[in-house]
């Protein structure tokens, strides 16, 4: 056992903290980002619509 583990517990600890934040934005942004497609999409259907009328 290495001397400084209470050292080594919290540096691995904020580098999993750290990966768990990125993973965190990531999906929130490609939340975000299908929400905007969607919105986009149902932009599109209603202008057809309109035109076809």
């Not at 980002?33 to 969607?38: A, G, P, T, V």
């Amino acid at each position: 056992m290495s001397r400084n583990t209470d050292a080594n517990r919290k540096l691995h600890k904020k580098k999993i903290d750290n990966k768990k934040r990125k993973i965190q934005e990531a999906e929130l942004k490609r939340k975000n980002r299908l929400k905007e497609m969607r919105e986009n999409r149902k932009e599109k259907s209603d202008e057809k619509q309109e035109n076809e009328d």
